[in-house]
């Protein structure tokens, strides 16, 4: 019965930070905002309801950032899920500004990262934040700035993990004389594979790979072969995208992102789908 009730629990889990232990279909909610990522949504309520319906799924991950909206995202989190239900994990990130719709000028001062932290515990009416991500580094800034800054916001309690977004092993080996890493966030999907080494790196160190944007529509090929899995298996191609990110490793945490309770309950079936050795021919898993 649960199988059915709540898909989400068919990915598995992964345990990150040693006791955050969680169902690898995940929701990205950088979707409940207006366009370009900018403003309220053109419907609350469904956002709300998009919320509520995440967690009836078996969905117990949830990634935002201080800069969706800005602030909507969060705002929407807390707006229909807090008081938060038991081991429901709300990771956040930090250091991205918002100049208008589309527009993500990075700043990892440590005054900038000090509001950001304290607006999105605020916010999420949290006193900790379970999972802190740092959003990018900033080459303007030493990273000993915002890396330290990170180091001290944990050991001061608001901060529980910390985990870093578009980042390469080096940057990833240097915020490890800080603190623990337990999460990578990087642009990845079957169509977009330049981080495989980050990802065999995750593996090889238990550290939590999200991959965001899981359908990357501008590879032609890729798309094809998505296409054609998805019609072997009657789904649709953001399913199989999805399927084929849980199946290309252990450590990957997918965040399915829409703004609509249809396709939100259309990801998370992706949970059920198991792919063959045939789908894999037309889309190999990560060497």
């Given amino acids: 019965m649960q199988s059915t009730e709540t898909p989400a629990v068919q990915a598995g889990t992964i345990t990150i930070g040693g006791d955050l232990t969680v169902n690898r279909m995940a929701f990205g909610a950088m979707r409940l905002t207006g366009d370009g990522i900018w403003g309220p949504p053109k419907d609350h309520d469904e956002c709300i309801r998009v919320l509520k319906r995440t967690v009836e799924l078996g969905i117990n991950f949830i990634d935002t950032a201080d800069s969706y909206g800005p602030y909507v995202s969060e705002e929407l989190i807390a707006e229909a899920l807090h008081p938060y239900k038991e081991g429901l994990v709300i990771a956040t990130k930090g250091a991205l500004l918002r100049t208008g719709p589309n527009q993500w000028p990075v700043d990892g001062s440590r005054k900038h990262l000090e509001e950001a932290l304290n607006g999105s515990l605020k916010r999420l009416k949290v ?16 990273s000993e700035e915002f890396l330290g800054f990170l180091k001290e916001a944990q050991q001061q309690g608001k ?16 915020a490890k004389q800080y603190f623990e890493v337990v999460s990578v966030q990087n642009m990845y999907n079957f169509g977009e594979q330049r981080w495989n080494n980050v990802l065999k790196y995750c593996e090889k160190n238990n550290i939590a790979f999200i991959p965001w944007y899981p359908l990357n529509a501008g590879n032609v090929s890729a798309q094809q072969a998505i296409k054609k899995v998805a019609e072997r298996h009657n789904a649709t191609d953001y399913q199989i995208a999805l399927a084929w990110l849980l ?41």
Avoid: C, W
């Fill in 159 to 174: 901060i529980k993990h910390i985990g870093l977004s578009e980042v390469d092993i080096e940057q990833i080996e240097e």
């Fill in 127 to 142: 006193e900790q934040i379970d999972l802190y991500q740092l959003h990018r580094f900033d080459p303007q800034v030493p």
């Fill in 247 to 287: 199946a290309a490793s252990p450590v990957m945490l997918p965040i399915a992102g829409t703004s609509s309770v249809k396709h939100l309950e259309e990801n998370v079936q992706a949970a059920t789908i198991k792919l063959t050795d045939e789908d894999f021919q037309d889309m190999p898993l990560p060497q």
